[in-house]
Nanobody, 128 residues
Framework: EVDLVESGGGSVQAGGSLTLSCAASGLTVADSTMGWYRQTPGDQCELVSRYSSDAITYTKDSVKGRFAISRDNAKNTLYLQMNSLKPEDTGVYFC??????????????????????WGQGTQVTVSS
C-alpha cells in the first residue's frame, strides 16, 4: 500500500519561506515520477512542480525562480522549497504519484482522483 505523508505547511508573511516534505512508503521515490499540486477553487488541482523518474523537473512559470523541487532517495522523500512566497501561493498542496508508469502527471487534475496516489494535503497560507 502506498502512503504519502506531507508536512511543512503553515502561515507566513509575503516574502517568507516554507519547505514542504512528502515522506513516501510503498513506492520508491527514486523510481517514480512525483509532483506537487495545488488546489484551485473547486475540485481542480494544478501541477506546481514535478520530478520525473528520469530526474527531469518541471516547475510552473509563476513560481519559477522561487520554488524548487528535490528528492532525497535515502529518505524516500520529496521536497518543495518555497521562497519569496506571495499571497497567490496560498492553497492546499498535495503530494502526488501516479499509479501507472504511463502517467506523467498532467498539468491539471481532479483533486484526489483515484488514478493517482494523493497525500492528505498541507495548507499554505501567505499573508500580505
Amino acid at each position: 500500500e502506498v502512503d504519502l505523508v506531507e508536512s511543512g505547511g503553515g502561515s507566513v508573511q509575503a516574502g517568507g519561506s516554507l519547505t514542504l516534505s512528502c515522506a513516501a512508503s510503498g513506492l520508491t521515490v527514486a523510481d517514480s515520477t512525483m509532483g506537487w499540486y495545488r488546489q484551485t477553487p473547486g475540485d481542480q488541482c494544478e501541477l506546481v512542480s514535478r520530478y520525473s523518474s528520469d530526474a527531469i523537473t518541471y516547475t510552473k512559470d509563476s513560481v519559477k525562480g522561487r520554488f524548487a523541487i528535490s528528492r532525497d532517495n535515502a529518505k524516500n522523500t520529496l521536497y518543495l522549497q518555497m521562497n519569496s512566497l506571495k499571497p497567490e501561493d496560498t492553497g492546499v498542496y498535495f503530494c502526488v504519484a501516479p499509479r501507472s508508469r504511463d502517467d506523467t502527471l498532467t498539468i491539471w487534475a481532479v483533486c484526489g482522483n483515484r488514478f493517482r496516489y494523493w497525500g492528505q494535503g498541507t495548507q499554505v497560507t501567505v499573508s500580505s
